[in-house]
């Protein structure tokens, strides 16, 4: 051991650091991982045929399934989903209650997103009157459910929310409606309507998981590095005993 001495500080530094750098690196592997998957499930149920409300009901696992809807919107109750932003655009998404015929449910279908850049205009848009034939998928959102946002605007309509659970809407209205928001497919009843599958791709995961190994590569080099230094100052040290 007289060829390595790092010195107890760095040693103590290196035994705190290094393993949550590792850890933190396999934690990206497996996030990326993870949105390969979700990617590859989203992508498949996307190109799937269309089903029916109650057979989504019956579903285990709803994420991205497409869905056949029929019947017409409400114009009265709608949604504004705030803090939405494309291209560094500021925006909101339209969300606006349908009532679907075949199955006799509500469903909180999102519209899409629309621009909103002066505040003191409320965003224009107008709601189909007509029968719909439409094509939606079921979004389920990540983590903690959507709760109905408190507190925010007029207790008129349309409201602006941050949040938004549709359980709480179709109690708050008393109907009986799907439990899970429902995205519109591009068509005449859309807005812009392309939502991100995922916040951050696999590629960033992988990017970051390479420079957190690249941190730990670099702490354990010091260290080594360090250490030889020590030993061979300290074995060039002169002697200071008596003759």
Do not use: C
């Not at 949105?35 to 269309?50: C, D, G």
């Not at 409400?74 to 015929?101: K, M, S, W």
């Not at 928001?181 to 590629?203: C, I, T």
Request: charge should be positive.
């Amino acid at each position: 051991m007289s060829a390595f001495r790092p010195g107890l500080l760095p040693s103590l530094l290196v035994l705190a650091l290094l393993p949550s750098l590792l850890g933190l690196g396999f934690w990206q592997l497996t996030r990326a991982e993870q949105k390969r998957e979700l990617l590859a499930v989203h992508q498949a149920r996307r190109l799937a045929v269309p089903i029916e409300v109650n057979q989504l009901e019956r579903r285990a696992d709803w994420a991205y399934t497409r869905v056949r809807l029929n019947g017409r919107f409400d114009a009265q109750h709608i949604l504004l989903l705030d803090n939405r932003t494309r291209d560094g655009r500021a925006g909101v998404e339209v969300l606006q209650p349908f009532y679907d015929q075949p199955s006799g449910l509500w469903l909180l279908l999102n519209r899409g997103w629309l621009p909103w850049p002066d505040r003191r205009v409320a965003p224009a848009f107008s709601t189909p009157e007509d029968r719909l034939s439409l094509t939606a998928w079921a979004y389920v959102p990540p983590g903690e459910p959507f709760q109905l946002g408190r507190g925010q605007g007029p207790s008129g309509w349309p409201q602006l929310i941050t949040q938004v659970e549709p359980e709480a809407l179709w109690q708050r209205l008393g109907r009986a409606g799907l439990r899970y928001e429902l995205r519109l497919e591009p068509g005449p009843a859309a807005f812009q309507a392309d939502w991100p599958v995922v916040a951050m791709s696999p590629d960033k995961h992988l990017g970051y998981a390479v420079q957190w190994f690249a941190l730990a590569a670099a702490l354990l080099g010091l260290f080594i590095y360090f250490g030889l230094h020590n030993a061979r100052e300290t074995r060039h040290e002169p002697s200071h005993r008596p003759a």
